[in-house]
């Protein structure tokens, strides 16, 4: 009588796979637009773009652009601005930062992030509409000061985004770990006067 054996099945164990970041590298191109400003990523190695509502009344509403990076709105912050008044724009930290619109810095230096933080910041009045300010938080080491004049995607202003010491609505979409630092972008109507509230970033 003949007989069959079986060999019992091999099982083998295999580490998940590790989750790649979604970087898109793109050369500066442009993500946004407002009152006949063109905006740029102000990276070329992006992550994604993330529209939220500003703390500052005289913000403006940007429209995304079809070459945004992985654009989406950022959940309701409760204050009186539209849901695309601000961007935090995920990028690179050893990526430089440049200009997001040609134009000349109004003001630029070192803030004090809620009270606790050091952080630097960039305010541009673009060519385009030279009576409105272009505002960039969270980058590091701000290279150019009031007066200069720099190009959209051609001037250097930080060498690379601020990486924060704590999470931010924006790293809840991380595609993987560690979350990659933001720049935040806004344009502002300085003639709106703002009325600061609890989540102002300044102290």
Known sequence: MATTTTEAPTTTTTAPP???RRVTEQPYTP????GGITLHHPSARMEHVGFHQSNHEGAQEMTPLPT???PFVLESRSRLTGPHSA???VAD???EVRAPVSGVVKRAGTYVLYCKYSDDFLVIAPDANPAWEVKLLHIDGVQVRAGDRVEAGITVVA?????LPFESQVDEFRTADPAWPHVHLEVVD????NVPNGGSGGC
């Open 93 to 95: 930290p050893a990526a």
């Open 87 to 89: 961007a935090d724009m």
């Open 31 to 34: 993500f946004a637009t407002v």
């Open 190 to 193: 300085p003639s709106i006067p």
């Open 18 to 20: 590790v989750p790649q």
């Open 159 to 163: 060498p690379r985004p601020t990486q």
């Open 68 to 70: 945004a990076v992985w």
